[in-house]
């Protein structure tokens, strides 16, 4: 849904700010964002298992959170414009920085690492911008890689990272990082997964997820 700008009635009193942590779908974007920090935490100490388990819940509960609004009764027109704003830049912090950090950190914070980071984190910053003006293209296509697919394609390709070397991995990783960005921003059209079988898909693969990385901490 396209989050078009609104001026509040000079006659209406506005939510104050902590009232929005009352609001259950931004409760859940949080508890998503609280999951990306710990990725972020985890990948800035090099352990890269857990913070691919924390990568891969944050999809989740970035998938949720619409889905709870959506169920909601009596939720306000106002109350979806901030959500979605809150959800919008939750998003570039799940999605952008923290693959962005991930590069950084496997690459031993090389100089060379910097370019593929700001790529992603910028790509996302434009590919919100238009999704929030534009929304959708058609109704059940994105313009462009949806940004939450990052997440969810990087934890699978990390899993090579045990079956080859560190530095032929770096590469992969940069290429991946790369990739993804390309796609965020590319005239392509992909199908919007977050609905019906797909979110059983996606709670599926987040367990497995969980349960490979979990026994590679072990």
Do not use: H
């Amino acid at each position: 849904m396209p989050l078009v700008k609104t001026e509040t009635p000079a006659s209406t009193n506005p939510p104050t700010i902590l009232s929005l942590a009352c609001d259950l779908p931004n409760i859940c974007s949080l508890v998503g964002l609280f999951s990306a920090l710990l990725a972020l935490y985890f990948a800035l100490t090099g352990n890269y298992p857990a913070a691919m388990i924390g990568l891969i819940w944050a999809v989740f509960f970035d998938w949720n959170d619409g889905k709870i609004a959506r169920k909601m009764k009596g939720r306000t027109p106002l109350q979806g414009q901030i959500g979605g704003q809150v959800d919008s830049l939750i998003d570039i912090v799940s999605f952008g920085i923290c693959p962005a950090v991930i590069l950084l950190s496997y690459g031993d914070y090389s100089l060379w690492m910097f370019p593929g980071a700001f790529l992603i984190v910028a790509a996302g910053v434009l590919r919100l911008s238009y999704f929030n003006v534009f929304g959708l293209d058609g109704k059940t296509t994105y313009l462009g890689l949806a940004y939450d697919n990052n997440a969810i394609i990087l934890v699978c390709v990390f899993l090579l990272e045990s079956f080859i070397s560190t530095s032929a991995f770096t590469v992969v990783l940069y290429m991946t990082i790369v990739g993804l960005a390309a796609l965020n921003v590319a005239p392509i059209r992909t199908p919007k997964l977050n609905g019906g079988v797909w979110y059983y898909v996606l709670s599926f693969y987040t367990l497995v997820i969980t349960i490979i990385y979990s026994l590679l901490l072990i």
